[in-house]
Every structure is written in C-alpha cells, then in structure tokens.
C-alpha cells in the first residue's frame, strides 16, 4: 500500500472492496473467500485472450457469479491491445498474487494517520464484509460505509453515496482540497475519466460547483 510507504503524498485514502492480508489463506480471524463462489468462478474455461468477443462474454458471466453487473466491455478496454498476459492479469487479477507484501500490511494500518473511508460491499463474496470491519477497527481516523446493496464492485446507483461520504469525511477532517475527496469516490466507483456521468447533474451535490469549471479542475490540480 502506497500510503503505507509514503504517508507525505496523501491527505485522504479510501479502500474498496478489500483486505488487510497477502494474497493467500488470511489470518484466523478474518473470513476467506465463499468456497462456492470460487469454485463457480475457477470452473470456467479460460478464454483466448486475444479475441475481444470471447473475453466478452467470459468477463460478465465472472461478474455475475460474483454478484456484479456484467460490465465486461468497459473492463477489457482497460487493458491496451490484445497480448495475452496483460489481459489475463487484467481480467483476473493474478497481478496481486506477485505483491511484495511484507513487511505484513495488517500490522501498519495503526501507522495510517489520514481520513480513511472503507467502502465494503455487504454481498462480497470474494472479500466478506468482516475483512472491510478489520480494517476499520485496526486503522485511525477510519470509517466503513458498507453498501447494502453491493457486492465486489461500487453500482453506479451508489456512486453519489461513496463520493458525498468521502467529502463529508475529509471536510470534517480539515483536509484541504475537500472536492478532490468528494469526487475520489466517484473515480473509484469504476469511471476511467473526469467528467459528467450520462443522467448526472451538471453540479457537485455538495458544493454547487459545475463539472469541469474551473474550480472544480483546480480542486483536483488539472
């Protein structure tokens, strides 16, 4: 965790959708994965990497079984062009199982001194929602927001939810640059770009100001 290493860079963080511990078996007092839904999500014939309509329909059906929408498209243009190994890593997360995670992460959370939202899923499957408890219990300054209605993924439908906790959490705080923390929950929520989502109002439900004024670009130092 970056903010474990270089505290100066941050002035607020917000994890989703995650735990304390390395890849691997987790600590005694923290829940594994459902085994079911790991045996579903495994049992699939891997696709060919690099044909774009395979991985499209292998993508969503992984989300489903986790309990997600079925966003395959916009998760496979994240990766750029068609080499195996990136898309795989990118569509399965075998990336996280080469961290160098010593020394181990659970025990650092208490050196964690920013405003901290941990935003958990309370259908996650992948991580139960006790590890997102873990993490708020062990770390300062922190809080958990767990969505009811989630799963391993933000839905957009709360989207708006994690953005205005988030503000509230680093205004109450007196984090400067408190739109950079409303609008961090947004672009964690899954958006790959700074800008007015389709449906969304055209000003911050907080603060009033208009999506990319400037003000708002300066409030994330664009």
């Known amino acids: 965790m970056a903010v474990l290493d270089h505290p ?20 005694g007092d923290l829940p594994d994965h459902d085994r079911a839904t790991m045996s579903r999500l495994f049992a699939r014939p891997i696709p060919d990497w690099t044909d774009r309509e395979a991985v499209g329909e292998f993508a969503p059906v992984g989300a489903k079984i986790l309990g997600d929408d079925p966003v395959a498209a916009r998760i496979w243009d994240r990766t750029p062009g068609t080499a195996p190994a990136p898309c795989m890593a990118n569509q399965t997360g075998t990336v996280f199982s080469r ?22 899923g309370h259908h996650n499957r992948f991580f139960p929602v006790g590890n997102g408890e873990a993490i708020a219990r062990e770390t300062p300054n922190a809080r958990l927001l767990v969505l009811k209605a989630a799963a391993t993924a933000i839905p957009d439908a709360a989207a708006g939810e994690v953005a ?11 984090v400067a640059g408190s739109h950079r923390g409303q609008w961090q929950g947004v672009l964690l929520a899954g958006r790959g770009h700074l800008g007015r989502r389709a449906g969304q109002k055209d000003e911050c439900p907080v603060c009033s100001q208009t999506w990319r004024s400037r003000a708002w670009r300066r409030s994330f130092g664009l």
């Open 8 to 27: 100066g860079a941050f002035s607020a963080l917000t994890l989703v959708g995650t735990r304390a511990v390395a890849p691997g078996p987790p600590d």
């Open 164 to 174: 205005h906790d988030e503000h509230v959490r680093t205004s109450s705080s007196g």
């Open 99 to 120: 961290l160098d995670c010593t020394p181990r992460w659970r025990e650092r959370l208490a050196g964690i001194e920013v405003p901290t939202l941990i935003v958990h």
